[in-house]
Each structure stands twice: as C-alpha cells, then as structure tokens.
C-alpha cells in the first residue's frame, strides 16, 4: 500500500490499482481500488470530501456497482482522520442511495438506476437551484454560469453518462 502526503491533501492508493494503472485494465469488482483525496486545510467539511470522492468515481465509472468499499475503520486509518468522520460520509452516501451494507456489514456501490425519463430529482434541483443563485449573487453573467457548467461536464470523464 502506498500512502503519500503531500501538504495538507493526503492520498492513498493500494497496490492493486497501482497495478491495474499501470496494466490500463478495468477497474476489478473486488473493492481494492480506491484514490481518495482529502485536503485538510479545505473549508469543505472532511466527511463531504470523502462522500464527494466516491461519487465523482461513481461517475466517471472508476467504481461500478457491486464494488467493495473499505470498512470505516480501515479507512479512517489510511487517511488519518477520525472514524466518526468516515462513517458520516458514508451515512450520507447510503441515505442518497449510492452505497449500501449487507449483513455482513460489507460496504458496496449500490445499483443506480439510469434514468429513463427527463425528470431530476425535486431535491437535486433544489441544490443546484442554491449554486446557480450563489454565482448569480457573486456577480457573475449568466452565460459564465453557462459555460462553468459546461466546462465541469467536459471534465469529467464518461462513464455512467454512457449507460
């Protein structure tokens, strides 16, 4: 296991997908991959950081439904930070649907379900609502706004966009 700090963001990635990196395979279904980052000196709260990570690997396809998760515990080691804080974000990730447990209290990526129709989630929209009025707030031109969106989008990369 390599477990690297830099400044105040800390990252740790295991040996398998040091691996697989280097292989360019796909990422496995057994729970061994992970690059999370969180940056201690961020005003984003840490259990935030560390929910925000999984999603955007959820996202990009780097975690599929069915991987295994670390334990709370084993995680809250790797990064240094209180396991309190580690079962937050996953709290928060299960409640959203993105993780769940088994009885075994394993930890893995839920299935998501690709949205067949066009509507978004009420309380999705009401997040996004929030940022689009913060920007507007700060001053910035509505076609700013429009191209921040598109920029964020171009970023990540495609993954479950494709299903």
Same mark, same amino acid.
């Given at each position: 296991? $390599?477990?690297?700090?830099?400044?105040?963001?800390? /990252?740790?990635? +295991? *040996?398998?997908?040091?691996?697989? =990196?280097?292989?360019?395979?796909? !990422?496995?279904?057994?729970?061994?991959?992970?690059?999370? +980052?969180?940056?201690?000196?961020?005003?984003? !709260?840490?259990?935030?950081? @560390?929910?925000?990570?999984?999603?955007?690997?959820?996202?990009?396809?780097?975690?599929?439904?069915?991987?295994?998760?670390?334990?709370?515990?084993?995680?809250?080691?790797?990064?240094?930070?209180?396991?309190? +804080?580690?079962?937050?974000?996953?709290?928060?990730?299960?409640?959203?649907? /993105?993780? =769940? %447990?088994?009885?075994?209290?394993?930890? /893995?990526?839920?299935?998501?379900?690709?949205? =067949?129709?066009?509507?978004? *989630?009420?309380?999705?929209?009401?997040? %996004?609502?929030?940022?689009?009025? $913060?920007?507007?707030?700060?001053? /910035?031109?509505?076609?700013?706004?429009?191209?921040?969106? $598109?920029? @964020?989008? *171009?970023?990540? !990369? $495609?993954?479950?966009?494709? =299903?």
């Amino acid at each position: 296991m $390599e477990v690297l700090d830099i400044g105040t963001t800390l /990252f740790y990635r +295991t *040996d398998t997908l040091a691996r697989r =990196q280097a292989a360019e395979a796909k !990422p496995m279904n057994d729970g061994s991959e992970y690059l999370i +980052t969180v940056d201690l000196s961020s005003n984003v !709260p840490i259990y935030r950081q @560390i929910a925000d990570s999984i999603i955007g690997d959820i996202a990009s396809g780097k975690l599929v439904e069915g991987d295994r998760l670390l334990s709370s515990r084993r995680l809250s080691s790797l990064l240094g930070v209180n396991y309190h +804080t580690v079962n937050k974000a996953y709290e928060l990730l299960s409640r959203d649907g /993105f993780i =769940q %447990q088994d009885r075994r209290k394993k930890i /893995f990526v839920s299935k998501l379900p690709s949205s =067949q129709n066009e509507e978004l *989630d009420p309380e999705w929209i009401r997040r %996004q609502r929030l940022l689009i009025s $913060e920007a507007i707030s700060r001053g /910035f031109p509505r076609s700013r706004i429009m191209r921040g969106i $598109e920029s @964020i989008l *171009d970023s990540i !990369p $495609e993954g479950r966009e494709k =299903q």
